[in-house]
């Protein structure tokens, strides 16, 4: 059972990118998919998240308006979005899984990261 996180890079303020997260080993369909950033000195925090089960997405103030997430089927994996990126986004983006809905805390699975700097 994997996550593979992917997608990250250099980008200026303005543009854009979109991350993967890419399940292998058991079916994303019954898990919440959850973004997470961790900034150099600071906290771990939550981005956004896709809850199937409650067919509801989630995001965190700082992103809402500019970061969409998604999920295909199909491949098995689920998507952000980031548009309109500022360099205050800047960090080591995880996404996680956790059986059922959205929520904080306690998810079971993370992928291993993927970097992405915004700077000019």
């Known amino acids: 059972v994997q996550l593979q996180a992917s997608g990250g890079g250099l980008v200026q303020p303005g543009g854009s990118l979109r991350l993967s997260c890419a399940g292998s080993g058991f079916s994303l369909d019954d898990y919440a998919i959850g973004w997470f950033r961790q900034a150099p000195g600071k906290e771990r925090e939550g981005v956004s998240c896709f809850s199937s089960y409650e067919s509801m997405t989630y995001f965190s103030n700082a992103v809402k308006g500019r970061f969409n997430i998604s999920r295909d089927n199909g491949k098995n994996t689920v998507y952000l979005q980031m548009n309109n990126l500022k360099v205050e986004d800047t960090a080591v983006y995880y996404c996680?899984?956790?059986?059922?809905?959205?929520?904080?805390?306690?998810?079971?699975?993370w992928g291993q990261g993927t970097q992405v700097t915004v700077s000019s």
């Open positions: 996680a899984a956790v059986l059922g809905n959205c929520r904080p805390s306690g998810y079971e699975y």
